[in-house]
């Protein structure tokens, strides 16, 4: 079975002296840059892109976790490395970010259903409670008393954090 090292030095044969590709560990991101280093058994490689193309407003950014082990891969004939993947991601930004983050669904799951069940409490009340008498002077006094329960307990009103996820934007 041929090692890590194996393969690349045969690379390194073929395409000449230096590495095509880069196995190591996150060292540092910069995300302002786009950019983050890599230490490969103690040697260091500065300013590897995060996105193969420079100067993107839009794409995919894949921003790294420190001390992640990360592929990096030689760009053509140059000397630049860009980031090919990486075990483990602080975020992913898609097309800027400017969206916001990606819904949490199970969050959302259960505050619709919390909104259904509040009304599913109310259309109880005038299912099965509540019987309109028109001969009755009480003025809905009765359809206060059956819907009062309901009536007292609030639906807390949704706020953003509650539903997003900021590791994901769009």
Same mark, same amino acid.
């Given at each position: 079975?041929?090692?890590?090292?194996?393969?690349?030095?045969?690379?390194?044969? %073929?395409? *000449?002296?230096?590495?095509?590709? @880069?196995? +190591?560990? @996150?060292?540092?991101v910069?995300e302002?840059?786009?950019?983050?280093?890599?230490?490969?058994?103690?040697?260091?490689?500065?300013?590897?892109?995060?996105?193969?193309?420079?100067?993107?407003?839009? +794409?995919?950014?894949?921003?790294?976790?420190?001390?992640?082990?990360?592929?990096?891969? %030689?760009?053509?004939?140059?000397? *630049?490395?860009?980031?090919?993947?990486?075990?483990?991601? &602080?975020?992913?930004?898609?097309? *800027? +970010?400017?969206?916001? +983050?990606?819904?949490?669904?199970?969050?959302?799951?259960?505050? @619709?259903?919390?909104?259904?069940? &509040?009304?599913?409490?109310?259309?109880?009340?005038? %299912?099965?409670?509540?019987?309109p008498?028109?001969?009755?002077?009480?003025?809905?006094?009765?359809?206060?008393?059956?819907?009062?329960?309901?009536? *007292?307990?609030?639906?807390?009103?949704?706020?953003?954090?509650?539903?997003? &996820?900021?590791?994901?934007?769009?």
């Open positions: 079975m041929t090692t890590t090292n194996e393969l690349r030095r045969a690379l390194q044969q %073929k395409y *000449g002296e230096k590495p095509v590709t @880069i196995l +190591g560990t @996150i060292a540092a910069d302002n840059s786009k950019t983050c280093n890599i230490d490969d058994d103690g040697f260091m490689m500065y300013g590897i892109r995060l996105q193969s193309v420079t100067n993107a407003a839009a +794409g995919i950014l894949k921003v790294p976790k420190i001390g992640a082990q990360a592929l990096a891969v %030689k760009i053509e004939d140059g000397d *630049g490395f860009m980031l090919l993947d990486c075990a483990e991601y &602080d975020k992913i930004i898609f097309n *800027g +970010g400017t969206n916001g +983050g990606l819904i949490n669904i199970e969050s959302l799951v259960n505050k @619709i259903n919390a909104i259904e069940n &509040d009304l599913n409490t109310l259309k109880t009340v005038f %299912k099965t409670t509540w019987t008498n028109p001969t009755s002077p009480d003025s809905g006094a009765a359809l206060k008393a059956a819907a009062a329960t309901w009536a *007292g307990q609030t639906i807390s009103k949704t706020q953003t954090k509650d539903l997003e &996820d900021k590791t994901i934007t769009h």
